[in-house]
């Protein structure tokens, strides 16, 4: 254990002396600190007009603010998580560095769990920033902590899965821009797969969307955790992490 | 320490490494020669457990390179070719990281970061970021880097490329320093570096060992037969010739053409081979002499480890190429 945090707090730091951390810190904090405003706008608009029509149950802050911003965090999660997992092993391959690591008394599952906990700590930051927001909330409302705890749990877990899968796929490659590029249409893909069942509901088309990764993190936007997402996000991020030890594998074979 | 057995390593589209066999005993440091492209990284990954072996056996310490990796990591410091290092990282924080990567206790790993810096005299530059080194310094941390964990065995890919001579030299007087404890196996196609520092010489061309030998032997063996250069002035070149092929132990006898010497005071010149075990320098000297002529030169040619090594390494490549390479190197 002590290797795996060996290499997840180089990893971390890593990401700390280049400008990517402050990048994608700044931009989801741009992007999520939008939606949060247009959506709290909106909030206070219907608010008001309703209060005016004389309708005495007051809207759900956590419906109507809440549940959409994380749903909106994690379809940008998407489009970020690729350019944290990208340099991941592209990197060590490309300097040769990959040669000090695979030549270190250490195990390939405990490069594999550092980096992707490295990553995992580099995106819990990067959500950190979208916390900021949220917390403002409290100030001046009293939305249900819980349903925001189950939406951040989703964020997360989808966020792993995400990068478990491109983290694979920065094994198989020594530059970070095809590792980017690949992880990132293959997220587009898992976005997408769910639009299948829109217009089709024959058993395939179930379940090719089942497939997708947002479906699954709905729920836990609406404050249920059900243990088919869960296990859906799980096996997701084991599946990830043992076809990374498998392409590492692989290296040694081919080299 | 290290014994080899038989080891092949077969890539997609070629054999780097066929069939080698050697033993590297305690405290030994063996240089690994070989034109670019011979086996030697190949070698030394299979030992450092970067790449497994296709066919054949390899260990160290005592312990199967694919069947007991982690403890064969344990005990081997490695020096790739380029240096892994980490640009954005200072040198302290790396060897920090190295340190803990080769399983260091945590309450030793200050003491060797600064005993490792001290001995590779990066020891004022310790907070400088890697990136903006230069080249001669990274490979002194590449080398602290590999000595970190004090380890039994060090394999060093080409320690003293790209560095220029003074480094060269410094790099050098380290891995002596090294020796004793250390067993060491460096690559190089540098050959005095050969002849300066290892106990003991693997000369590998095409993936294949052509001569395992104490850097002595090798000369030795070579000396069985002797070369010499000879340049006489004053003397047509058709009685000098004759002249040395009547001396004893004299087997052929060369010209050669001097890039000065057309119709320049009739200085000739020749390569006298001689039989096996025969010293003929002071009998072609005397008959020199002796016959009126004045000698200008004399000295044995084909006696350096260039010499074994090239002939060693021929293949069809043509010996102009060859020749290039040397002046290259």
Redesign the interface.
């Known amino acids: 254990m002590?290797?795996v945090f060996?290499i997840c707090g180089?990893e971390l730091?890593?990401y700390f002396?280049?400008p990517i951390a402050y990048l994608l810190m700044a931009l989801f904090g741009l992007i999520f600190g939008y939606f949060f405003a247009s959506a709290t706008v909106f909030f206070v608009n219907a608010g008001l007009r309703q209060q005016l029509g004389g309708q005495q149950q007051p809207m759900s802050i956590n419906e109507y603010v809440i549940s959409p911003l994380l749903g909106n965090a994690s379809v940008v999660g998407l489009f970020l998580i690729p350019l944290i997992s990208m340099r991941l092993f592209a990197e060590e391959k490309r300097?040769?560095?990959?040669?000090?690591?695979?030549?270190?008394?250490?195990?390939d599952w405990e490069i594999i769990l550092g980096k992707w906990l490295g990553a995992m700590s580099m995106y819990l930051c990067v959500l950190g920033v979208s916390a900021l927001n949220v917390l403002l909330l409290f100030a001046w409302g009293r939305p249900d902590w819980r349903p925001i705890l189950t939406g951040y749990l989703g964020l997360i877990l989808q966020g792993g899965t995400v990068l478990a899968i491109g983290t694979f796929i920065s094994t198989t490659t020594k530059n970070q821009i095809i590792a980017g590029a690949a992880t990132f249409s293959v997220c587009l893909l898992l976005w997408v797969l769910s639009w299948v069942s829109s217009y089709n509901d024959a058993p395939w088309a179930q379940a090719v969307a089942y497939c997708s990764i947002l479906t699954h993190f709905e729920p836990f936007s609406k404050g249920i955790i059900d243990t088919k997402d869960l296990v859906f996000y799980i096996s997701a991020i084991f599946l990830g992490l043992f076809l990374t030890s498998r392409s590492l594998e692989s290296l040694?074979?081919?080299? | 320490m290290i014994k080899v057995e038989g080891l092949t390593k077969r890539y997609a589209r070629n054999v780097a490494v066929k069939n080698i066999s050697f033993e590297v005993g305690q405290g030994e440091i063996v240089g690994f020669l070989g034109k670019n492209g011979a086996g030697k990284t190949t070698t030394m990954r299979v030992l450092t457990c970067f790449l497994p072996p296709t066919a054949g056996k390899a260990s160290v310490a005592g312990f199967d390179v694919l069947e007991q990796a982690i403890e064969v990591k344990k005990r081997i410091g490695y020096l790739p070719e380029t240096p892994p290092l980490y640009p954005e990282m200072e040198i302290a924080t790396y060897l920090t990281f190295v340190a803990r990567l080769k399983g260091i206790p945590h309450a030793e790993i200050q003491k060797r970061v600064d005993e490792v810096c001290e001995r590779t005299a990066i020891a004022d530059v310790k907070h400088t970021i890697i990136g903006k080194l230069s080249k001669g310094y990274r490979q002194r941390v590449g080398l602290a880097q590999a000595i970190i964990h004090n380890p039994p065995v060090l394999i060093l890919d080409e320690p003293t490329s790209g560095l220029d001579p003074e480094q060269q030299r410094e790099a050098r007087q380290l891995i002596a320093s090294l020796s004793g404890d250390h067993t060491i196996i460096l690559s190089t196609h540098i050959l005095s570096e050969v002849e300066q520092s290892c106990t003991k010489v693997i000369i590998i061309n095409n993936g294949e060992i052509v001569a395992s030998d104490s850097v002595a032997n090798l000369h030795h063996r070579r000396r069985a037969t002797e070369s010499v250069h000879v340049e006489v002035a004053g003397a047509p070149a058709n009685q000098v010739r004759q002249r040395l092929e009547q001396v004893a132990g004299v087997a052929s006898v060369e010209g050669v053409d001097l890039p000065n010497s057309a119709g320049n005071d009739g200085l000739v010149s020749f390569e006298v081979h001689s039989l096996e075990n025969y010293s003929v320098r002071p009998e072609l000297a005397r008959a020199i002499v002796q016959s009126g002529w004045n000698l200008t030169e004399l000295r044995p040619v084909g006696e350096s480890l260039e010499e074994i090594f090239l002939e060693l390494t021929k293949s069809e490549t043509p010996a102009v190429n060859k020749e290039e390479e040397v002046v290259a190197q």
């Open positions: 002590r290797n060996t180089k730091k890593s002396t280049s300097t040769g560095t990959i040669e000090l690591l695979m030549t270190s008394p250490i195990r040694r074979w081919r080299a």
